[in-house]
């Protein structure tokens, strides 16, 4: 099976009244799943939705428009800048568009070049307390 990304489209039902602050918003999400429906897409779901929402309840929210902004901003960040480890830590709009190979691909050559210079200085570092 393919990797899933979820891209979450903004629509947001608020609940605003002197009585209730905007601090807990009520969402309606439009979600495309790139993979077929399982059970655990409900849990992936929930997930996003707990994270959403301990992120945008720290900070009471004056005006729906400020509410807002903050859910669009958190939405753009967990697309397009916040890694998933589940991806293989790329994030899902690189899933989306493809580029997830070549970032994990351009990951891995950068490790190994890392590690093989590691050993090459170690070796000579080896070389030089063995030599008097």
């Known amino acids: 099976m393919g990797p899933r990304c979820i891209s979450i489209r903004k629509s947001t039902d608020l609940l605003a009244t002197a ?58 960040y967990y697309n397009y800048r916040r890694y998933h480890e589940g991806l293989g830590n790329v994030t899902p709009h690189d899933v989306y568009t493809g580029r997830h190979l070549e970032i994990i691909q351009r990951r891995k050559e950068a490790k190994n070049r890392t590690l093989q210079e590691r050993r090459d200085y170690n070796r000579s570092a080896r070389k030089k307390s063995d030599s008097p």
Not at 29 to 52: E, G, I, M, P
Request: charge should be negative; avoid cysteine; glycine fraction near 4%.
């Open 19 to 76: 009585q209730y602050p905007l601090t807990r918003p009520s969402l309606a999400y439009s979600f495309n799943l790139l993979s077929t429906s399982r059970a655990s897409d409900l849990d992936t779901l929930q997930l996003h939705h707990r994270t959403l929402k301990e992120e945008i309840s720290q900070v009471p929210h004056e005006m729906p428009g400020e509410l807002k902004e903050a859910i669009r901003g958190f939405i753009e």
